[in-house]
C-alpha cells in the first residue's frame, strides 16, 4: 500500500515535500517512483529510485526535485524547489520489483494521488 501526502497551492518559486508511506513490501526489494499527471495530459514520471538508492529524474524536474527514501520509516520522499506553475498537477508515487524507471506502465502498486498546484 502507498499513501500520498504534502501536496497543497504554493507560489511560483516555492518548495513543498512530498510524503510516501509505504507498507507490505521492503524497500531492499522495490524500486520506487513519483509520477504526475495534470488534466488533459499523459502520466509523467518524473523521479525514480532504485533499491541501492540509485536515482534517475526527468529533465523538466532535474536540479529542482530530489527523491529520497527512509528505509526504517518505509517512506519515499519527493523534495520540490523552484516550483513552477507547468508543475501543477497530481503527483502519484510508485512501487514495483523492477529496476528503477520513468515509464509508469511498468508499475503495478500505486498510491491515491496528492494535489500540487502553483500559482
Known amino acids: 500500500q502507498l499513501v500520498e501526502s504534502g501536496g497543497g497551492s504554493v507560489q511560483a518559486g516555492g518548495s513543498l515535500r512530498l510524503s510516501c508511506a509505504t507498507s507490505?513490501?521492503?524497500?531492499?526489494?522495490?524500486?520506487m517512483a513519483w509520477f504526475r499527471q495534470a488534466p488533459g495530459k499523459e502520466r509523467e514520471g518524473i523521479a525514480a529510485?532504485?533499491?541501492?538508492?540509485?536515482?534517475t529524474y526527468a529533465e523538466s524536474v532535474k536540479g529542482r526535485f530530489t527523491i529520497s527514501k527512509d528505509t526504517a520509516a518505509n517512506t519515499l520522499y519527493l523534495q520540490m524547489n523552484s516550483l513552477k506553475p507547468e508543475d501543477t498537477a497530481m503527483y502519484y508515487c510508485?512501487?514495483?520489483?523492477?529496476?528503477?524507471?520513468?515509464?509508469?506502465?511498468?508499475?503495478?502498486?500505486w498510491g491515491q494521488g496528492t494535489q500540487v498546484t502553483v500559482s
Open positions: 529510485i532504485d533499491i541501492d538508492g540509485t536515482t
Open positions: 507490505g513490501f521492503s524497500h531492499s526489494s522495490y524500486s
Open positions: 510508485a512501487a514495483d520489483r523492477i529496476d528503477a524507471c520513468l515509464g509508469w506502465r511498468d508499475y503495478n502498486s
